[in-house]
Every structure is written in C-alpha cells, then in structure tokens.
C-alpha cells in the first residue's frame, strides 16, 4: 500500500491523506487474514485497537456509499497484485 500511495502509513499523523491509506490497509489485512484487531493495531505501532477498528468500519461503510472511493481501492488493490506478479 506504501508503495502504491507514497506515504509512510506507520507514521504516527493524523494527515487526511496518510489516514486514508492506513485504514485502507487496516481494512485489506483484516480481510485477508484472520488477525485481531489488536494484533493490527501493534503491527503499526499502536497501542489501542480503536483506530483499525474504526478504520475498517470507514471503509466499509465508504465501500457500500461512496463508488469513487471504490474506485479508488480497486485500481490501488490492483495495481499492487501487478506488483507483486511482477516479482
């Protein structure tokens, strides 16, 4: 998601931007794994799980309401599958 966005999602911010893509990423290693909200929230240094769960509830009610947004997970999801073909 670093790569595909161009931000330190670990960075310790409250940035629009950098929010984004950290609970995008909080949103996708949820689904794709089955660690806890807890075991997300140390991997990016937090000390409460209350941001990732947070987090993946944003993006799930921006997922069912807000298509460009959708659009926006989509070509970033994509383009790090391509990424990750590529090695």
């Known amino acids: ?38 075991k997300i929230a140390r991997m990016f240094g937090l000390k409460s799980a209350r941001p990732v769960l947070y987090g993946i509830n944003l993006v799930t009610f921006l997922f069912a309401n807000d298509s460009s947004f959708r659009d926006k997970y989509e070509s970033m999801m994509a383009k790090a599958q391509k990424d990750i073909d590529e090695m």
Request: aromatic fraction near 10%; avoid cysteine; charge should be positive.
């Open 1 to 38: 998601v670093k790569r595909q966005s161009g931000v330190d999602i670990t960075e310790h911010t409250t940035r629009r931007d950098v929010a984004e893509v950290r609970q995008i990423a909080f949103y996708f290693i949820r689904m794709e794994t089955d660690l806890s909200y807890r």
